[in-house]
């Protein structure tokens, strides 16, 4: 079998009684990334199809975190991508860190007048289905399989992919490509890896990530800095909480029994006047080993990726969507011009803006790594300056704003 950019790949359609698709943009993925695309693209009347391998229920119902930060909402709001969430969108205002047996809350939108939204990301996932098929007539086809592309490097690039009702390989001819489809998809393989060098980093840490049929145990986001390891709080409806417990990479969710979860939990989080945990059934239990890449040339040819597929961040800093959406902004916008413009400004500065960003926010996740597990690390010299930096952001305003502007994306221009 040829590799997606083989000279060899085949450029025209098998069948010739069944001639290629044209389209001016594939997009292969269907998450927020893709589907805000394609959504920007149908607004400006850009014909386009999105390619996604699972069924419309799998996207619509995928578990994934929801915070997203005030400047990518009104960014939605602008392209009118955001009437549901802004209706039903949560606002926190407030996170709480708890070390040394002790509650501190931090106040960011006190010092910012900024707040994040919690939106469980299936249901933006959802309203922007909604949104590019019903409202702006996008064409969108589930359950395909063997996604390739094809002439990356050529001025007439195509996507195939095996059509789930007949068996049969379909073509479209197009003059992009927007490879939105995550870190496992099959878009980023398809960079010529003489182009390509992809930046890599292992926390040596894992999160055990859980699902809770329990109401939230505090009002706002709970971090648990503890000598036996990280801990997390998260609201995700009034009767669902998220928790995360650090544990050895590779661990077996198995390995963590109900007791033993809420033991190491009320535990990790315990602190003078912190009510106790409402405790429930575990319904999810799974281990995310901390790792993160950046795809330094996520542009080749007429290929460009966007969101997980061009970079990963771990959920140390619950910073994946809102880089998706950035980029998902920045691409859209720069297809749209050179399309009905003429104008390859933003196709030309692709790179060199996501990247910015997302350099940004992988060295604030690293620091908060630090913060997060240096106490845990077995390193006296780590756990003591882990504790020294936690302190200063209640003793000194400037850092405190700083980690505010940080922490809400603010410090990095869109």
């Known amino acids: 079998m040829t590799s997606p950019h083989s000279p060899s790949s085949p450029s025209v359609p098998s069948d010739p009684s069944d001639p290629a698709e044209r389209r001016p943009v594939v997009i292969v993925g269907a998450g927020p990334a893709g589907l805000t695309v394609g959504a920007l693209l149908r607004a400006a009347s850009v014909d386009c199809v999105v390619l996604e391998t699972e069924s419309r229920q799998f996207v619509e119902t ?114 992009f490509v927007a490879g939105c489809d995550g870190a496992r998809g099959v878009t980023r393989d398809a960079l010529p890896p003489e182009r390509v060098r992809i930046a890599r980093h292992d926390y040596g840490i894992a999160w055990l990530a859980l699902l809770a049929e329990a109401p939230p145990s505090c009002d706002c986001v709970v971090f648990g800095v503890h000598p036996r390891g990280f801990a997390g709080h998260m609201a995700r409806s009034p009767e669902v909480t998220r928790y995360y417990l650090q544990c050895p990479p590779g661990d077996d969710p198995e390995n963590w029994p109900h007791e033993r979860v809420w033991t190491e ?8 006047g912190a009510p106790p945990l409402t405790e429930g059934r575990l319904i999810e239990k799974r281990v995310l080993d901390m790792h993160e890449y950046v795809v330094e040339t996520p542009a080749t040819g007429r290929l460009y990726l966007a969101g997980d597929a061009a970079h990963l961040t771990a959920p140390i800093a619950a910073k994946g969507l809102n880089l998706a959406l950035h980029d998902a902004f920045l691409l859209g916008d720069a297809l749209v011009a050179h399309l009905t413009r003429g104008d390859s400004t933003g196709l030309a500065g692709y790179t060199e803006a996501s990247l910015r960003r997302v350099w940004d926010y992988q060295e604030f996740s690293r620091w908060l790594s630090d913060i997060y597990h240096g106490a845990s690390s077995g390193d006296p010299y780590l756990a003591g300056t882990t504790l020294a930096r936690l302190r200063r952001l209640f003793t000194q305003p400037a850092a405190a704003l700083a980690f505010a502007e940080q922490y809400l994306g603010s410090a990095a221009a869109f």
């Open 265 to 272: 939990l009320r535990e990790r989080l315990g602190a003078a």
């Open 62 to 175: 995928r578990p994934r975190a929801g915070v997203i930060e005030e400047w990518a909402v009104r960014e939605l709001d602008r392209r009118g991508l955001a009437a549901n969430l802004l209706e039903h969108a949560q606002a926190h205002t407030e996170c709480e860190f708890r070390f040394g047996g002790e509650r501190y809350r931090f106040p960011y939108t006190r010092l910012t007048d900024q707040h994040h939204y919690f939106y469980p990301q299936p249901l933006l996932v959802t309203d922007l289905v909604r949104e590019y098929t019903e409202v702006r007539g996008g064409d969108i086809r589930f359950g395909v399989r063997d996604v390739r592309l094809h002439d990356l490097d050529s001025d007439r690039p195509s996507v195939s992919y095996l059509c789930p009702r007949t068996d049969q390989r379909r073509w479209i001819h197009c003059a």
